[in-house]
Structure formats: C-alpha cells, structure tokens
C-alpha cells in the first residue's frame, strides 16, 4: 500500500501468488478478486487463473506468477519498452525474500542497471520461505548488501510503518521517473498464518508465536487507524466492511464460466 | 502372457496377510531411507526436504537420521541446484533432488537436458551420473496453470535420460530404489493423489527394474494403458467395463523411458485396440509416443485401432467446473473404451458409482 499510493495509475506493478494486497492497492477490483478466489466467471481471469494470478490490465496490474521469481524479470521488460517509449510511467516490482535466491532476481538486477530501467524492485521480507528462515537459505542473509554490488541503491523499511515507506517510495519513483535508474526497497514484514490457506501454523515448530507478536502489535492498518479520528475511522470501517460484503454476495450470486470458456484464450484469435 | 513384464501383482493383497500395507508417502521415503542406510554415496536434497512437512513425509526421519550433510534444503535456485547435483554425480555421489512441482523442473531445464543427459556420450563414455531427480505432479484445489502440469514427456523425447512414473507404493519403493541405483540420470515422476493411496510394500529392498511393465487387470477386449495417476482411473474404468460386458486388460508401463513396448504390444496383438490414457497433454505426450511405437510395429500384423485420452489441450482452469472438463477420469475412459471395442459413438457414459468415485485433495497447500 505504502508504494503502490507514490504510483499513478499509468505505472505498472507485477507481482506474486501472494499479490493480493498489491492488486487492491494498485486500484483492482475487490469484486473481481473475490468472485477470481470463487472461480466464478466474473472473476479478473474468468475463474481461470485463480488466485496466484490476479490481473487487471486497466490498472496496472500487469501479472502475478506461482513460479518464484520469474515476474521479476517480466516487469523489466515492460520498464525497457516504457523507456524505449519515452513514457514517464514506472514498473514497480513485487518479490519475496525467497525469489532473491533464483538466478532471474541477479540477471534481471544487472540488465536493470546496464539499461537504467525505470523499475523499482520490491521486495517484500517476511523472512521465510514457506517453513525455512533466510538465515538458513542465504550466506549472506542481508539483500540490500548484496543487491548494491549490481550498482543499485538499496534501503531496509519498515513495512508496519506507512507513512516512511509513502515517504522514501515517493522519493524512489520521482528518481526514477527522472531517468536516474533502478532503485531497491527491502520492506521487512511477517506472516501471521500459514504459508498458503487460512490456519495458524505454529504448532508445526519452525517459528515461534511470540516472534509473531510484535508484528501484529506494531500492524500497519492498526497504526494507521489510530493516526486518524475516531469518527472517521468509524466510518472508513463500516464502508469497507459493506464493500467486503458486497464483494463476497457478487461472487456468492454469480455464475461459474460455461464450459465453452475451457477451450478459449489459448490463443488470440 | 508377457515374460517381459514385472510379475503380476494383486493389488488389493488377499492372498498374504503378512505383507505391510504402507502409503505411497512410506513407500518413498522408506526406499530413499534404506538406499542412505546401504550407501552414504546416496544425498537427499530440494527445497523443504528438511522442514515440518517434509515434502507430504517422503523425507520425513531423514535428516535426524543420516544428519545435514546428507539431507539439506536448498535455496530457491533450482537451476544452480540442478548443476550442483549433477557436480556431486561427476565426484561419486548418488544425490536425490526433490522438487515439490514438476512445473520448477522448467527452471532446471538447460543442466537437465544439455548437461545431464549429454554427459555421457559427449564425454565418450569416461563420465556417468547417477542423478535422481523427483518431482511431482498437482491437481485440485486451485493448482491450477503452473503448479499442474505432467511434462514426463519432455524427458522422454532425450536420450540419456530415464523416466519412471510409478502408480503404486510398490513400484514407488522398487522404482525409486531402482533409479537410486541407475547410474544415469532419471527423473522420477509422482503424482500428489498418489501419495495418499495404500498398497502392499514388502520390507526389504527391491528394485522394479527400467523398461518393464505391469499388467495390472486380465482383459480380451481392448488394452488401456494408463501412465501414473491415470493407472488408478484405468483400473476403475475398467470395472465400470466389466459392468457391460467388456473385459479390458490394463497395463502399467511404470518407466516410461525405457519403455517395454513388448508388453504392450503383445497384449494389444491379442485385443486389436488400445486406449493410452496420460496425466498429461495427448499431443506429442507420451500417449502420442507409445501409440506411435505400437502401430509402426503391429502395422500389418494385424487390424489395430487406437486412441489417447489426456489433459484438454488448454492450459489448467482452477475453476472446479472448468478443472473437471480438464481431467480424464474413469468414466469418460469407460466411455471411449466402449466406443473403441464398438467401433462406433455409443453416447454412453457410465453411471458414477461411489465405491468408484475420485479421491479430491482439498488443501491447504
Ligand atoms: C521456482 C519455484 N520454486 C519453488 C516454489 C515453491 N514455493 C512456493 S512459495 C515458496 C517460497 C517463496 O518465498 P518468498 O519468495 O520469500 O515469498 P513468500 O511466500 O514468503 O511471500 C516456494 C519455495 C515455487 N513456487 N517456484
Ligand atoms: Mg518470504
């Protein structure tokens, strides 16, 4: 949220299987999200992709992949031909601390440098891969460090604290649209549940609860519901809940996709 | 009966109560357990093999018993990792890379096809690498386009690899022992549903050798051949069959490369019409391979028809109703088996009967 706010909507972001949030805040449509994780056919990819793969083209949102890593080098590629353009729109890339580790993360940081691409790479640290912590998969488990060998600027955020992350983000997109090449952000966060579905997981023994603790005491919604009146936020909160409803009875009441659709978009006719 | 084949086994074990039923999950692990136990040449290594879900509990026990060096997870850098266990086969190791998806092998592709399999032959014969490689095929709950794919026939189509497929937690534990000890490449194919099916595994090691097949159900009618998860569809289909009057034979290949032709053809020779059913794409799948093989050698000795059943050529829906359309099951096997011995479009489509019905892998994860 902190980043996609210093985007326009011209800009353009690639993401995760975990792009949700990133979906929401680049400006997709929680009806179509909803109705996507429903398999229905109103769904953003018709009940097609599911949810590893929102899109919406008309925001932005340009892909997710559930094969680690390999949006991160898609996003450069639409960041050349933006350039080639001469467009002042910026791609902003999303990862995990994971995705750092596979080949395409160093190959795609050097192309980004030779070719001053405007993209800024996200990477969103939430210190696991599934159950397996970046100390016991990286020799060097510091990623600002190491991506500043390729000739980039990297900084460490906070995730939990909103108004620094806009802040330096909106500082990283006005350089970049000014031509002054790529730029790295490592936003550091947690986890709260299990690495996919909607169960807690520490019983299984490979973190603690009360590693967990502080980030959801210190949570970035929580902190910046407190920064606002208690009236406003009563009212921010009773509308979101009413759209989360909507949302939930659009995909509830819509229909699944025909089975004419199993054959289509396999090509562009 | 085929000499060639691997000796008919009873699937459902009546007839000894003393062997142990083990999951496929057990068979796996079991098998990759005792080959470290014999040879501390043999590694077991992949992202998440030594974390809490063990790869569904096919490493489970591993690393308490044979220690980090010899069971590690790896970073997410399946390319690297790939040249790095084909480096360890060049020193003498026997390593085992585990892979949770098939679709990652895609990132391993260049060591696996031109390093891997060349090796060998464009060495002259002075090196060899016994490297095994698993991976899994998905399906249901949302796996959808990239966590769902069958791509065993990418292997197949190169020389100095070999592709085992096994669809039983016997021919899991004899296959994987057998391709531990192959001192080539082989890469070890499972489907997810199987993990979860029971069968007879007997306690000591034994290996289900490359290039033999199984038949698996006695029939005079047709032959279906039916590749990993699609053998449990077959077997069912063929009941659905029986309950019409056709006697299908089924056949495990369980390798795929090698394959045992001989099997199939002799079973086929004796029917006249085969039916290959893949968990995979038909087109230039390994249903396309064997059909291809049957026909270039039965073409005139006898009067043949054929057929392959697959994935839809379409890439996989999450949607359910669109995933169902997507899969092959037992009954829309039954129906183009019938097709097939009738010679003509029955429209038939049998009945579903419960003790029949798909097992569904629900999730989370
Ligand atoms: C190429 C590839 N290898 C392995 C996986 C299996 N996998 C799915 S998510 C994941 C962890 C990724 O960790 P990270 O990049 O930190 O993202 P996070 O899930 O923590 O957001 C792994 C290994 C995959 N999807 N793709
Ligand atoms: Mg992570």
Known sequence: MGICAALRSEDVVFGTYRGHALYLAKGGDLRAMVAELFGKETGCTKGKGGSMHLIDTAQGVMGMSAVVGTTIANAAGYAYALKLRRSSAIVASFFGDGATEEGVFAETLNFAVLKRLPILFVCENNQYAIHTHQSQRQGLPDICQRVRGFGLPAERLDGNDLPTLLHVAEEAVAALRAGEGPRFLEVMTYRWREHVGPNLDFHLGYRDQAEADPWIANDAVCRVGQLLDPDEREQIEREVEAEVADALAFAQESAFPPASELLCDVFKE | ?365
């Open chain 2, 1 to 365: 009966m085929a000499d060639t084949a691997q000796r008919v086994r009873p699937r459902k074990d009546s007839t000894s109560p003393s062997t142990r039923q083990l999951s496929y999950v057990e068979a796996v692990r079991e098998a990759a357990e005792l080959e470290m136990a014999r040879n501390p040449s043999v590694l077991v290594f992949g992202l998440d093999v030594d974390d809490p879900k063990a790869i569904q509990g096919t490493t489970r026990g591993l690393v308490e018993r044979f220690g980090r060096e010899r069971v590690f997870g790896t970073p997410l850098s399946e390319d690297a990792m790939t040249g790095v266990a084909i480096g360890m086969a060049l020193a003498g190791l026997r390593p085992i890379h585990v892979h949770i998806r098939m679709d990652f092998l895609m990132l391993a592709m260049n060591q696996l096809v031109n390093v891997a399999a060349k090796s060998r032959y464009m060495y002259g014969g002075q090196v060899h690498l016994p490297l095994v490689v698993r991976a899994m095929i998905g399906k249901s709950w949302g796996q959808g386009a990239q966590h769902s794919q069958g791509l065993h026939s990418f292997f197949m189509h190169v020389p100095g690899l070999k592709v085992v497929a096994p669809s039983t937690p016997y021919d899991a534990k004899g296959g994987l022992v057998a391709a531990i000890r192959d001192e080539n490449p082989v890469v070890f194919v499972e489907h997810r549903l199987l993990h979860f099916t029971q069968g007879p595994v007997p306690e000591p090691l034994f290996e289900v050798k490359p290039g033999k097949a199984r038949i698996t159900a006695r029939g005079d009618d047709l032959t279906i051949v039916g590749i990993s998860w699609m053998q449990i569809e077959a077997l069912r289909a063929q009941q659905y069959l029986a309950d019409v009057g056709i006697s299908a034979e089924v056949i495990d290949p369980i390798w795929l490369s090698p394959l045992d032709l001989d099997t199939i053809c002799q079973s086929v020779e004796r029917t006249g019409r085969l039916l290959v059913v893949d968990t995979a794409w038909t087109n230039c799948g390994a249903s396309a391979e064997i059909v291809a093989q049957v026909a270039e050698r039965l073409q005139g000795v006898r009067e043949l028809r054929l057929r392959r059943l697959g994935f839809a050529p379409t890439t996989c829906p999450t949607t359910p109703v669109l995933e169902d359309l997507f899969y092959p099951d037992a009954r829309r096997i039954a129906a183009c088996a019938r097709d097939l011995v009738e010679e003509r479009s029955t429209g038939w489509m049998p009945q579903p009967r419960e003790d029949l019905k798909q097992f569904e892998f629900k999730g989370p994860f």
